[in-house]
């Protein structure tokens, strides 16, 4: 494969040079979940073509962000999954993605554009300081839109997944993908849409308590 290169020593070119291509950090967005198949990643990511998805998979195992692993009976499928280097993509994607809720998401999603409520929650759960996750354990469903995504909260480590929780949530929250981004881009806070009625919510008050005080103290921060 021959890659175009700015051909300047310069970390942020260098980092272009990598990740630059149409596609890649998308790719890499989908991976921040956990690994995934081929056929996963041709499904969520439309339009980018067989052929090109495969090619920047290709590089991206090259470059040593994404490698491939087997799983064993009865899954018996190949996976792809983030490196240690890949992981540290995923958290510096954080402040763009941020930066891209900020100041280019203040309208409805356009008829032919697609969303998923996992997106912006990758990035939100990324910024939840881990150090607060210690000993709680919550289980929330987010119905953004007509989608839904699930954040685990697993003593310390924060997971999301596509879809409802596989048993009852601790809580449940509803609201729309403008509002979304416009609580990730920092441009309203959790209470604010809460308040306004742009956020619902039920279920444990405790838990539900304790993640919009680490979700608004985390955005304050940016």
Same mark, same amino acid.
């Given at each position: 494969?021959?890659?175009?290169?700015?051909?300047?020593?310069?970390?942020?070119?260098?980092?272009?040079?990598?990740?630059?291509?149409?596609?890649?950090?998308?790719?890499?967005?989908?991976?921040?979940?956990?690994?995934?198949?081929?056929?996963?990643?041709?499904?969520?990511?439309?339009?980018?073509?067989?052929?090109?998805?495969?090619?920047?998979?290709?590089?991206?195992?090259? !470059? @040593?962000?994404? /490698?491939?692993?087997?799983?064993? =009976?009865?899954?018996?499928?190949?996976?792809?999954?983030? &490196?240690? #280097?890949?992981?540290?993509?995923?958290?510096?994607?954080?402040?763009?993605?941020?930066?891209?809720?900020?100041?280019?998401?203040?309208?409805?999603?356009?008829?032919?554009?697609?969303?998923?409520?996992?997106?912006?929650?990758?990035?939100?759960?990324?910024?939840?300081?881990?150090?607060?996750?210690?000993?709680?354990?919550?289980?929330?469903?987010?119905?953004?839109?007509?989608?839904?995504?699930?954040?685990?909260?697993? !003593? @310390?480590?924060? /997971?999301?997944?596509?879809?409802? =929780?596989?048993?009852?949530?601790?809580?449940?929250?509803? &609201?729309? #993908?403008?509002?979304?981004?416009?609580?990730?881009?920092?441009?309203?806070?959790?209470?604010?849409?809460?308040?306004?009625?742009?956020?619902?919510?039920?279920?444990?008050?405790?838990?539900?308590?304790?993640?919009?005080?680490?979700?608004?103290?985390?955005?304050?921060?940016?």
């Amino acid at each position: 494969m021959v890659r175009r290169s700015y051909d300047q020593f310069c970390g942020l070119s260098r980092a272009l040079d990598v990740v630059g291509e149409r596609w890649t950090l998308l790719i890499v967005r989908e991976l921040m979940s956990g690994p995934k198949r081929y056929s996963d990643l041709s499904d969520v990511l439309t339009g980018i073509g067989t052929s090109l998805l495969a090619s920047r998979l290709k590089q991206l195992e090259v !470059d @040593g962000i994404v /490698r491939r692993r087997y799983l064993s =009976p009865p899954a018996a499928s190949t996976v792809y999954e983030l &490196t240690d #280097p890949g992981q540290e993509l995923a958290d510096a994607m954080v402040p763009l993605a941020l930066w891209g809720a900020r100041h280019h998401t203040s309208e409805d999603p356009k008829s032919d554009e697609s969303f998923h409520a996992e997106w912006s929650l990758l990035f939100l759960a990324r910024m939840l300081d881990k150090e607060s996750l210690r000993g709680m354990t919550s289980r929330f469903e987010f119905n953004v839109g007509n989608s839904v995504a699930t954040l685990q909260l697993q !003593d @310390g480590s924060p /997971r999301v997944q596509a879809g409802p =929780p596989e048993t009852p949530a601790d809580a449940v929250i509803w &609201t729309e #993908p403008p509002t979304m981004a416009a609580i990730a881009g920092n441009r309203m806070t959790v209470t604010e849409a809460i308040e306004n009625g742009l956020v619902k919510i039920d279920g444990d008050p405790d838990a539900l308590q304790s993640l919009l005080e680490m979700l608004e103290a985390s955005l304050a921060q940016r």
